[in-house]
């Protein structure tokens, strides 16, 4: 199974993809998992990247993308996988679409995580005091991020329900019922 998690940032998709890679033998990819992977291993990459992560904006799409497709292909090969924080805007899906075309790895699903902003600025502060998470830390930042979702991944929803792709969940209740409905959703 190949699916694509979308939704705004504290929407639950790091919850909620490795309860998909389970439940579908997948393996799950983030790329803010990886980016700051790179950050925290003090990679020349790591630097590169650090400043976008931290204020909120989006890293380079040529650089998220090649930061991916290795794993992405690996998991492709093996079970599937649970794509989580990619793609971000419009010009990331269709350069991803091109390459996974001729890799045969396109997906088969994408997965909306939909919630209010207000229970978005919620999570965050939350997580913000369990995770330490720099850009969880800063309103200004998470504002940004809540922007960026709406402006340029929102329009990732249309292009994917174009395709007849899009499945969307409520995910504003605990993590066991949204678990339970992208599951039953999937599995229709
Ligand atoms: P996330 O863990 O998905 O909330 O991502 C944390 C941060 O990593 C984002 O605010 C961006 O700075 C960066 N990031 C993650 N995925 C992408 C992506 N696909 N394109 C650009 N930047 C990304």
């Known amino acids: 199974m190949r699916i694509i998690l979308l939704g705004a940032p504290g929407s639950g998709k790091g919850t909620q993809g490795p309860v ?16 700051r992977g790179h950050m925290g291993d003090l990679t020349e990459l790591g630097r590169l990247v650090s400043q976008f992560v931290r204020s909120g904006e989006l890293v380079p799409d040529e650089i998220v993308l090649e930061l991916l497709w290795e794993p992405i292909t690996k998991a492709a090969a093996d079970g599937g996988f649970i794509l989580d924080g990619f793609p971000r805007n419009l010009r990331q899906a269709e350069l991803a679409f091109k ?31 369990q995770e330490g998470r720099s850009d969880d830390l800063d309103p200004a930042v998470t504002e940004r991020r809540l922007g960026i979702f709406h402006a340029e991944t929102g329009p990732l929803l249309d292009f994917y329900r174009a395709r007849d792709l899009l499945v969307t969940i409520d ?6 019922e949204v678990g339970a409905a992208m599951i039953a959703a999937l599995d229709r």
Request: avoid cysteine; glycine fraction near 8%; aromatic fraction near 4%.
């Open 20 to 35: 998909l890679a389970e439940h579908f033998g997948a393996t799950h990819v983030s790329t803010g998992e990886l980016l």
């Open 99 to 129: 390459r996974a075309l001729m890799a045969g790895v396109t997906a088969d699903a994408v997965v909306y995580l939909a919630v209010p902003d207000d229970a978005v600025r919620t999570r965050l502060v939350a997580r913000a005091a």
């Open 171 to 176: 995910a504003s209740g605990p993590p066991d």
